[in-house]
């Protein structure tokens, strides 16, 4: 008697009751026939069991969110893929049942494979002479995802997704084992946490708050269908486009399985379906170009922490390794920014200085102790776009067509990233007060300062020369005279600095400088900070080379913190997505990183010359009967001390100032071109914007006293 063939149900039956789940059926069943020429039964079987049993899930990419010193003021965020794990009690019920019934109805019946899915696929296909149906259970997506997101190179990501046999035999052993090893609901958390739901939002996380700027946990019936609708094609359901037909349609679609499943009601059902879809799309800030417009201020203080994190050897071996886990590592970062600081640091810079000022007048203030970083703030807007800018003030670059960096820049203008700073004057006079203190030099030590001043140090011929010699000058008769430390420093002489510096030899006050944290940009400074022409670099003490806010700013903090030198620190605490903080070699990378750099009683010593410069008068000895900087004590009223400087032809203005609980400078310059001079009208707009924040910052806060130098520094 002649058998009757066997239907392709028929064919596939004997094959699903032998447990050969994985074998040529199943692996066969989103591909044509032909795709299965010559592998055979027991081929595919073989294949089967020799392939790992054990999904190896490597952490998948998360959002570093990055916080004020408030741990609440979200400053901007960093990802490659908007992540951020979320446990499956704080999803929307909703948001589970939906993903059920729009990917995988049977989840709760199978073990990783779906027989009866199986059949139906190898028929459909079958028919079909081509992939018209899959068979992907949830798991076995899941198990994509996973092996997806773990692809240590562009050939491992590819094999992971690949139309090909070898790539869904792998797919259903492991999700057998996947299935043995999680729950169903833990299988659904990591399911939700790692699918992509289009607009760069992986996750449910990512993707509520971008389509509904919303948590997973408030999503409603219409939007959780919705979302569990766009992960089969996020494009082509994509609900932003002007046509939203197909989203909808994806969306009923979700809804009517959620009704068969009996998860929802048929009156719930149609009133989901008639809901129009409404949107509340937000764009997650990434990298600080993003950072708020109404806080656009906070990109520079952004724009340092980034530079500061690739230096960071606890990120990784190489910049590289560092950016990359930025991006994907999913920290926690609370940065020492203070929103308040900041604000009035704002206030007091472009009240003086407007953003559309070719000079750029800028402020830092620091934390003497810790050394992190208050406040950040420069008359510039942080932007990419620079459609609108002025004109170059450099005439050959302005001939080349190149517009000038105001007001719009990302350049590093108060430090970081690889802008050497500006010369900073007579600022640089408080190296050689430090060197010579330590040297032991009391506050004491007299000369009687010259206007002009035949100095030791050999120079080419120039305006400050006397043959072969450098003759600096003083910038005015009164400066003339016998002087102390005390009186030089508050009258800024230069002529006794000069003298001082030869003294004690100009290579112990670039040491100095190197101890409080300078570093040697250009070529000039480097080749001149040498150990073979340190010594011989007398114009140091004037303030010829270039330095940042931030490093003058963390100079005369150093000095508030009598002596403790504290690198600076844009965060507070940088967590791991476990909670845990991020260590390095035992330490955590957040903690503020001291030591004492100069003995406490030099700091004094040179803290209470200090004083002279902004009125507040010395409580050791006298100050000369004026002083360049009188305004500071009378607009702060506090205990205060600080130094001013301006270079030659008045190219910059700086003041730095302090009292013990905040340090501050703050310039003005044109980045763009270092010769030109901003003018000796803007000569104390420094000096005020200092007192001015420093008076708002201190607001509320008690007047601490400076402690006084001890005798043995006076003599």
Request: proline share 6%; glycine share 8%.
């Amino acid at each position: 008697m002649m058998k009757r063939p066997l239907s392709a149900v028929g064919r596939v039956a004997p094959l699903i009751r032998a447990g050969l789940i994985a074998g040529v059926v199943i692996a066969g069943l989103a591909y044509p026939l032909t795709a299965m020429a010559g592998y055979g039964i027991k081929a595919g079987s073989d294949a089967l069991q020799s392939l790992p049993e054990e999904l190896s899930v490597a952490p998948s990419a998360q959002t570093t969110y990055v916080y004020a010193n408030d741990g609440k003021t979200l400053l901007t965020t960093f990802y490659e893929e908007h992540r951020k794990p979320t446990k499956l009690a704080h999803m929307s019920p909703y948001m589970t049942q939906a993903i059920v019934a729009s990917e995988d109805t049977r989840f709760y019946e199978h073990h990783g494979v779906d027989p009866k899915g199986v059949a139906r696929a190898f028929i459909a296909n079958q028919q079909a002479g081509g992939v018209s149906q899959g068979a992907s259970t949830l798991t076995m997506q899941y198990v994509r995802m996973a092996l997806r997101d773990g692809a240590k190179s562009p050939k491992q990501a590819i094999e992971a997704t690949e139309q090909t046999t070898a790539r869904k035999l792998r797919e259903m052993r492991l999700a057998i084992e996947v299935e043995k090893r999680h729950s169903k609901q833990e299988i659904l958390e990591r399911y939700l946490n790692s699918a992509y739901f289009g607009h760069r939002a992986y996750g449910i996380y990512a993707a509520s708050q971008v389509f509904f700027s919303k948590s997973p946990r408030k999503l409603t019936l219409t939007e959780a269908a919705l979302l569990a609708g766009l992960v089969k094609a996020p494009s082509a359901f994509d609900p932003a486009v002007t046509d939203q037909r197909a989203a909808t349609d994806r969306r009923n679609y979700v809804i009517d399985q959620m009704l068969k499943m009996g998860v929802i009601t048929a009156e719930q059902a149609t009133t989901a379906k008639k809901t129009k879809i409404k949107l509340r799309l937000s764009s997650p800030p990434n990298d600080c170009v993003s950072v708020s417009r109404t806080h656009n201020d906070w990109g520079f203080f952004c724009d340092f922490l980034r530079s500061w994190w690739l230096e960071q050897p606890a990120f990784g071996r190489t910049a590289a390794d560092r950016e990359e886990a930025l991006r994907r590592g999913g920290y926690r970062v609370v940065t020492s920014l203070d929103p308040k600081i900041q604000k009035y640091a704002m206030k007091h810079v472009l009240a003086k200085e407007k953003r559309k000022s070719k000079y750029a007048h800028g402020e830092v203030l620091i934390q003497p102790g810790t050394g992190q970083i208050k406040a950040m703030a420069v008359n510039r807007t942080y932007s990419l776009d620079q459609g609108d800018n002025g004109k170059h003030t450099d005439r050959a670059k302005r001939k080349e067509g190149l517009k000038g960096n105001y007001p719009n820049t990302v350049n590093p203008l108060l430090g970081g990233g690889d802008m050497a700073g500006y010369q900073a004057g007579s600022t640089f006079k408080i190296f050689t007060l430090l060197a010579a203190l330590e040297d032991g030099k009391p506050l004491t030590t007299s000369f009687n300062a010259p206007p002009v001043f035949r100095s030791k140090y050999i120079t080419s011929p120039g305006p400050s020369a006397c043959g072969t010699h450098w003759c600096p000058k003083n910038s005015s008769k009164s400066m003339s005279g016998r002087q102390t430390m005390w009186s030089g420093f508050g009258k800024s002489v230069n002529t006794y600095f000069v003298w001082l510096e030869q003294k004690i030899g100009s290579e112990k006050a670039v040491r100095m400088a190197e101890k409080l944290g300078l570093k040697w940009r250009t070529d000039v400074d480097r080749m001149m900070a040498g150990p073979d022409r340190a010594d011989g670099w007398g114009s140091f003490t004037l303030g010829v080379s270039d330095a940042t806010p931030i490093e003058m700013a963390n100079v005369f903090a150093t000095l508030a913190a009598k002596g403790r030198y504290c690198e600076p620190l844009p965060v507070r605490s940088i967590a791991l997505p476990d909670g845990k903080p991020a260590v390095f070699k035992g330490v955590e990378v957040a903690r503020p990183r001291c030591h004492q750099a100069v003995k406490q009683d030099v700091a004094l010593a040179a803290t209470d010359a200090a004083r002279c410069v902004t009125g507040y008068g010395a409580a050791k000895g006298e100050c000369g009967g004026w002083e360049t900087s009188p305004m500071v004590h009378a607009v702060l009223n506090r205990p205060v001390a600080g130094k001013s400087g301006t270079t030659d032809g008045n190219k910059t203005a700086w003041f730095c100032g302090f009292t013990p609980q905040l340090a501050a400078a703050a310039f003005v310059a044109d980045p763009d071109n270092p010769d030109n001079v901003v003018g000796s009208g803007r000569g104390t707009i420094s000096k005020f914007t200092v007192a001015e924040t420093l008076k708002d910052a201190l607001k509320g806060q008690p007047k601490l006293k400076f402690k006084e130098p001890p005798s043995s520094m006076v003599r």
